[in-house]
């Protein structure tokens, strides 16, 4: 049987609330950058993406989330005007168009700051309100949700050989530390999400062991969200390239969701929206194991 994620609603600007109730939220990946790994998540302007987001729309997608810097291995840092000019048309075109809610991914304050006053809800942050001092109390003011996502390094080097003693207790660790910090800032407790990197300084060994132990996350109180979608321990199994891992991209989403995962950030909104709900639907059937 699934472990049982916690209960809770994330809330949102304007008297608006995202339910995490158990049911399973699938977070549709817009990228507004020419480098990020799978080029299905690319947009080059904002008809592009308007395009994509309808359909994640149609489909059952619970969160968008716009990316303006690539963090994938190897990625070079953005400054802050450029990824403030990729990211905040997107946001105002999503929000002159949809009430859905909408996560920014990035990590600097400034990039944070004009996301939310253009419509974004969310801060999405790799680096946990690490990387920038500012950050944290911003998002303590404006009173959003937060995802502290646990990374090994700096995206540029972060997969030259990274190494753990014992992954899933680090990762937690690490993770516990980073909410902790974020409620020292004055960041709501019932408004933290942690995400364990999935692929972000980490071996295959370590992220099969990540999604095998969700459990040691929600123990600690707080929602978790995966992002796996067609990343490439996937393909260090499958032997496909990003194009060609949807199905492997899929197994490990159900998988997640079996260890309690409530957020899934996923380039394949519709197959993924269907893939849970057959999994939930099956899984409510089963007898608990004895």
Same mark, same amino acid.
């Given at each position: 049987?699934?472990?049982?994620?916690?209960?809770?609603?994330?809330?949102?600007?304007?008297?608006?609330?995202?339910?995490?109730?158990?049911?399973?939220?699938?977070?549709?990946?817009? #990228?507004?950058?020419?480098?990020?790994?799978?080029?299905?998540?690319?947009?080059?302007?904002?008809?592009?993406? *308007?395009?994509?987001?309808?359909?994640?729309?149609?489909?059952?997608?619970?969160?968008?989330?716009?990316?303006?810097?690539?963090?994938?291995?190897?990625?070079?840092?953005?400054?802050?005007?450029?990824?403030?000019?990729?990211?905040?048309?997107?946001?105002?075109?999503?929000?002159?168009?949809?009430?859905?809610?909408?996560?920014?991914?990035? /990590?600097?304050?400034?990039?944070? !700051?004009?996301?939310?006053?253009?419509?974004?809800?969310?801060? @999405?942050?790799?680096?946990?309100?690490?990387?920038?001092?500012?950050?944290?109390?911003?998002?303590?003011?404006?009173?959003?949700?937060?995802?502290?996502?646990?990374?090994?390094?700096?995206?540029?080097?972060?997969?030259?050989?990274?190494?753990?003693?014992?992954?899933?207790? !680090?990762?937690?660790?690490? *993770?516990?530390?980073?909410?902790? #910090?974020?409620?020292?800032?004055?960041?709501?407790?019932?408004?933290?999400?942690?995400?364990?990197?999935?692929?972000?300084?980490?071996?295959?060994?370590? @992220?099969?062991? *990540?999604?095998?132990?969700?459990?040691?996350?929600?123990?600690?109180?707080?929602?978790? *969200?995966?992002?796996?979608?067609?990343?490439?321990?996937?393909?260090?199994?499958?032997?496909?390239?990003?194009?060609?891992?949807?199905?492997?991209?899929?197994?490990?989403?159900?998988?997640?969701?079996?260890?309690?995962?409530?957020?899934? /950030?996923?380039?394949?909104?519709?197959?993924?929206?269907?893939?849970?709900?057959?999994?939930?639907?099956? @899984?409510?059937?089963?007898?608990?194991?004895?």
């Amino acid at each position: 049987m699934p472990a049982t994620p916690p209960e809770r609603s994330l809330k949102l600007p304007r008297g608006r609330s995202l339910a995490l109730d158990g049911k399973a939220v699938v977070m549709g990946i817009v #990228n507004a950058t020419p480098d990020s790994f799978y080029a299905g998540s690319r947009f080059a302007d904002v008809p592009g993406a *308007l395009d994509a987001i309808a359909g994640m729309v149609l489909a059952g997608a619970g969160i968008i989330d716009v990316g303006g810097e690539s963090t994938k291995p190897g990625a070079a840092y953005v400054a802050a005007d450029e990824e403030l000019a990729r990211v905040v048309p997107v946001i105002e075109a999503i929000r002159a168009r949809w009430d859905i809610p909408i996560s920014v991914d990035t /990590r600097k304050a400034s990039v944070a !700051e004009a996301a939310l006053r253009s419509g974004a809800d969310i801060i @999405n942050d790799v680096a946990a309100l690490g990387d920038d001092p500012l950050l944290a109390p911003l998002c303590a003011r404006y009173g959003v949700p937060v995802v502290l996502m646990h990374k090994k390094g700096i995206p540029a080097s972060m997969q030259a050989s990274p190494y753990y003693d014992d992954c899933v207790a !680090e990762v937690r660790e690490f *993770l516990v530390k980073a909410a902790a #910090n974020a409620r020292l800032a004055g960041i709501d407790p019932g408004q933290i999400v942690l995400d364990p990197g999935i692929g972000f300084g980490k071996r295959l060994e370590d @992220n099969l062991a *990540l999604i095998a132990s969700l459990d040691a996350l929600l123990d600690s109180g707080y929602p978790v *969200l995966v992002g796996l979608s067609r990343k490439s321990f996937i393909g260090m199994i499958t032997g496909e390239q990003p194009e060609g891992r949807l199905a492997g991209s899929l197994g490990a989403a159900c998988a997640a969701r079996a260890h309690g995962a409530v957020i899934f /950030r996923v380039h394949d909104v519709a197959e993924t929206v269907e893939a849970l709900a057959v999994f939930d639907a099956a @899984n409510a059937g089963m007898e608990p194991r004895r």
